[in-house]
């Protein structure tokens, strides 16, 4: 077991795997350059000696056919020394003991991120908590287009925790991505670069000029638009 999650007894075993995103809620400095994805999904990966769960989140921007970007990133749990300066309301209004974080270890300059599973079956949904207040929450579902009435069942029950089922929109899962072809896309050469932030020498013929004040999730769409062209 996982120490660290709201949903009990938290089984990182049986939560690896793929997962797709079917709604989410997505404000903030978290939601940043997600506000056109389209076909967002995670693969899973539980490290039992770390322990920790690698997390490879794809999005497809724009439609069907736009590109697709992906981070690789690493959920662990806090040490009991240092719960109590991390907690927040939240999590002492709700009594949670422990808290993990969702951090990207080859992008230093993205702060970590809380990562709370509020509730799994393992087998249908889970329904994740990605911020310190209740800016950011996903719907997850073992398949890709589970159906309208499965994604208003949860978006009622994330109500119990404080969110707006209003506030809460679907993700489109409107692609021709197969597992395999996935798994394609994985072995090309580049992709695990990109993964973890390891870019090569783009070879361009002009420099770029990047607006200071753009988000460093905008920032690293673009490098991965210009290193996939």
Not at 13 to 19: H, T
Not at 160 to 168: A, K, L
Not at 197 to 205: E, G, R, T
């Amino acid at each position: 077991m996982m120490r660290g999650m709201t949903t009990k007894n938290f089984d990182p075993v049986r939560y690896s795997g793929r997962w797709f995103e079917v709604a989410s809620l997505k404000r903030g400095f978290a939601g940043q350059g997600q506000g056109d994805c389209h076909c967002t999904q995670g693969v899973y990966t539980f490290d039992a000696k770390t322990p920790s769960i690698q997390v490879d989140t794809f999005c497809i921007h724009g439609g069907p056919d736009g590109y697709i970007t992906g981070i690789r990133g690493k959920v662990q749990c806090l040490m009991e020394k240092d719960k109590a300066k991390e907690e927040t309301d939240l999590e002492k209004q709700e009594m949670i003991r422990e808290k993990c974080y969702l951090k990207f270890p080859t992008l230093p300059f993205i702060p970590k991120l809380p990562y709370d599973v509020i509730a799994t079956d393992y087998n249908n949904f889970a329904l994740v908590s990605g911020a310190k207040d209740r800016s950011f929450v996903q719907i997850y579902s073992r398949t890709p287009n589970p159906g309208p009435e499965f994604i208003e069942k949860y978006k009622s029950y994330l109500a119990n925790f404080g969110y707006d089922p209003n506030e809460i929109k679907d993700t489109p899962q409107d692609c021709e991505v197969s597992s395999s072809q996935l798994e394609q896309m994985m072995s090309m050469p580049g992709m695990n670069e990109a993964l973890t932030n390891q870019f090569p020498d783009l070879k361009l013929k002009a420099s770029i000029e990047f607006n200071p004040l753009t988000s460093v999730f905008d920032t690293f769409k673009k490098l991965l638009e210009l290193y996939f062209k």
